[in-house]
């Protein structure tokens, strides 16, 4: 399959799970249930096993299907690989400690934010991880984005905010305390900022090193459990002794847990056959076919003038992106 193939159906998969993960995210932390509510920490720790598990499965089938040898002349191998590329690296397995702690971060205030603001005004305030990530971009990477480029930017942040332009219902206003959006808000300004550093530092990294983005996966998740872990005992760890760590789970807790596990390794995908600027439209366009989605089938969004022509904004602004190609890169080094 084609790099170009691979990359376009990275970016579909993206757009599909984003959708999935916010709609899924908002509904669980929102819904009224018996017993306790699950813990955010707790998830974003499973949602780490869950990601090496995956990322251990695919280097041993890369390395099954390159080796005729036995079963367990594989495993040896596998286990060869990753006490070579993990722990007899220290080195290049602790520059993952940084994006990995970042985005431990980053997972979490995702929680607070959906837990305190209405979808709405979350996920247009998310957008500004675009600015950040290009600004980012250009800063570390040394890459140079044409004038149309710049001006897509734009266009792209003018159609996403009218798309989820928030409504003026007296209703939805007093679901919503000031300090709880005060919360919310301040939660999606530090996770755009952590977005942007730690996705274009982690693309950085990837485009440095010839090791297996698995590989990196592996010891991006292995960081992020512990700091996961930490996150859980120094802010949950009276309710876990109570009522223990995996309380309020149920099938949407664990729906949520495998799309958040799945996102991470589709966006390592993306940074290797795309950019993290091409992502950021890739999740613009899920914004709109998660409104479609709560419009035909959830029936809790009206569209107006304003959404349709935000839309189009949107959709001309991927395009006016890509007219001039891939953006020229300047890196220090090769």
């Not at 990275?10 to 984003?18: D, E, M, N, W």
């Not at 995956?54 to 040896?76: F, G, M, N, P, Q």
Request: aromatic share 10%; net charge positive; charged share 10%.
């Amino acid at each position: 399959m084609s790099s170009t193939k691979l990359k376009y159906m990275s970016l579909g998969v993206l757009v599909f799970q984003t959708t999935s993960l916010v709609l899924t995210m908002r509904y669980s932390r929102t819904l009224q249930g018996e017993g306790p509510r699950y813990l955010a920490s707790s998830a974003v720790v499973s949602a780490e096993l869950l990601k090496i598990f995956t990322c251990v499965l695919l280097v041993y089938k890369d390395h099954s299907e390159s080796s005729t040898a036995a079963h367990i002349s594989v495993i040896r191998a596998l286990n060869n690989v990753l006490t070579q590329e993990i722990i007899n690296k220290p080195m290049d397995t602790l520059k993952l400690a940084i994006p990995s702690g970042i985005y431990t971060l980053q997972n979490n205030l995702l929680y607070v934010a959906l837990s305190n603001l209405d979808a709405a005004t979350y996920q247009v305030t998310y957008q500004l991880k675009i600015l950040t990530t290009a600004l980012f971009s250009v800063s570390m990477l040394g890459r140079r984005l044409g004038v149309y480029q710049w001006l897509s930017l734009l266009i792209l942040m003018a159609g996403v905010a009218l798309v989820q332009w928030p409504s003026d219902s007296a209703e939805a206003q007093e679901q919503l305390t000031a300090g709880s959006q005060f919360v919310g808000v301040m939660a999606v300004l530090v996770a755009c900022c952590s977005s942007g550093f730690a996705g274009v530092y982690f693309e950085k990294i990837l485009k440095e090193t010839k090791q297996s983005v698995w590989v990196r996966n592996i010891q991006l998740g292995l960081f992020g459990l512990i700091f996961g872990l930490m996150g859980v005992f120094v802010y949950d760890g009276s309710r876990v002794r109570e009522s223990g760590m995996f309380q309020g789970y149920n099938h949407l807790t664990w729906t949520v847990v495998a799309l958040q596990a799945l996102g991470g390794l589709v966006i390592a995908a993306v940074i290797k056959y795309a950019d993290n600027i091409l992502k950021g439209f890739a999740t613009s366009l899920s914004i709109i076919l998660s409104t479609l989605i709560s419009y035909f089938l959830l029936q809790d969004f009206e569209p107006t003038g304003v959404f349709f022509l935000g839309a189009v904004l949107v959709i001309a602004a991927t395009f006016l992106y890509g007219y001039e190609g891939k953006p020229s890169v300047n890196l220090s080094r090769a």
